[in-house]
């Protein structure tokens, strides 16, 4: 019997609209701090900078995908990929050499057959004649 490979569909149900509970709790939170910011009277350029980089990060966290992972996957691969180290080894292959032995034959130079000129009658022959010069 054939075995198919049955496709894995990933599915989030959507709670609010068109939101999916992750996004609505990283939207929500994200809203919360701020307006807990503005409640509570901080000066406005703290206040500009929070809105934007807690905004724009709630934002890039709900809603980007970048080659089909989720943003907080792809920057945890990211800082993986800066901070761990990694090692890359080398390990030659032996390969023993296989000698082959071959025969070969030295034949006399051969002199070239000539081309053969036909003359055909009409302008077909003509052109025919005047190509065969041509390439020659």
Not at 8 to 20: C, M, N, R, V
Not at 112 to 133: A, D, F, H, M, W
């Amino acid at each position: 019997m054939e075995r198919y490979v049955v496709p894995q569909i990933e599915y989030e149900g959507k709670i609010i609209g068109f939101l999916t509970v992750r996004q609505a709790v990283v939207l929500g939170v994200a809203f919360l701090v701020i307006f807990l910011a503005f409640l509570i009277r901080v000066p406005i350029l703290f206040l500009v900078f929070v809105i934007i980089f807690l905004g724009g990060g709630a934002f890039a966290t709900a809603f980007v995908k970048i080659e089909g992972k989720p943003f907080l996957e792809f920057l945890k691969s990211s800082f993986n990929f800066i901070f761990i180290t990694k090692r890359y080894v080398w390990q030659k292959k032996v390969v023993m050499p296989r000698l082959v032995m071959k025969t070969i034959e030295i034949k006399e130079e051969e002199e070239e057959p000539q081309l053969k000129v036909e003359r055909r009658k009409g302008s077909l022959g003509t052109l025919n004649t005047k190509l065969k010069t041509l390439i020659t």
